[in-house]
Nanobody, 125 residues
Framework: HVQLVESGGGSVQAGGTLTLSCAAS????????MAWFRQAPGKEREGVAG???????DYADSVKGRATISRDSDGTTLNLVMRNLKPEDSAIYYC????????????????????WGQGTQVTVS
């Protein structure tokens, strides 16, 4: 049974830094693709950063150069460091995972992710 639990959200001033974490359990590290998505009020859920096979990473254009995704050696914790935060980064951030037998990162199509956390609110003012 896969469980994802996010933490680390909160309120931060523009230009600040925030670290989000996702505690993951119940899946095989080597066959998983994980990502952070976010959803702002009235907007669709969008991919922010992802990590796949051999820790290949990908980022949305809106956060490239400002975000770093990583996971620990056994895949039980997924982290996202967001720097130089902007008001438009305000959203609920979700951790997601899926089984993946391909190569590299599996992409940001939300419907292809099987498991989701409950979300954590990030507010930038």
């Amino acid at each position: 049974h896969v469980q994802l639990v996010e933490s680390g959200g909160g309120s931060v001033q523009a230009g600040g830094t925030l670290t989000l974490s996702c505690a993951a359990s119940g899946f095989v590290y080597g066959r998983s693709c994980m990502a952070w998505f976010r959803q702002a009020p009235g907007k669709e859920r969008e991919g922010v950063a992802g990590i796949g096979v051999h820790d290949t990473t990908d980022y949305a254009d809106s956060v490239k150069g400002r975000a770093t995704i990583s996971r620990d050696s056994d895949g039980t914790t997924l982290n996202l460091v967001m720097r130089n935060l902007k008001p438009e980064d305000s959203a609920i951030y979700y951790c997601a995972s899926r089984v993946y037998y391909g190569y590299g990162f599996c992409g940001f199509t939300a419907s292809r992710y099987t498991y989701w956390g409950q979300g954590t609110q990030v507010t930038v003012s």
